[in-house]
């Protein structure tokens, strides 16, 4: 059985950081194109930046190009968003996801709130 889980939400204030893990158990992180994803309250759910397993690239959003990195840890089967300089807006719902071909798996998400 495949299982993603998200940890490092939390509460910051504006300006702060914090660190998001995804860990995975059934499958091995670097055969998938690993995302993040986020959905505030009332809101439809958004990609936030993705690593590909091909060759590592990297995407950004625009709302968070600059502030957000995302990493792989191959010893640790686990993806990363660092993310600097939050904002109030940046506060959602941020969820981990698996993909490959018709593969698609989703974590159970990590709540993170940025007060200004």
């Known amino acids: 059985e495949v299982q993603l889980v998200e940890s490092g939400g939390g509460l910051v204030q504006a300006g702060g950081s914090l660190r998001l893990s995804c860990a995975a158990s059934g499958i091995t992180f670097d055969n998938y194109n690993i995302a993040w994803f986020r959905q505030a309250p009332g809101k439809e759910r958004k990609g936030v930046s993705r690593i590909s397993s091909s060759d590592g690239s990297t995407y950004y959003a625009d709302s968070v190009k600059g502030r957000f990195t995302i990493s792989r840890d191959f010893a640790k089967n686990t993806v990363n968003l660092q993310m600097n300089s939050l904002k109030p807006e940046d506060t959602a719902v941020y969820y981990c996801?698996?993909?490959?071909?018709?593969?698609?798996?989703w974590g159970q998400g990590t709540q993170v709130t940025v007060s200004s």
């Open positions: 996801n698996a993909r490959r071909e018709l593969f698609d798996s």
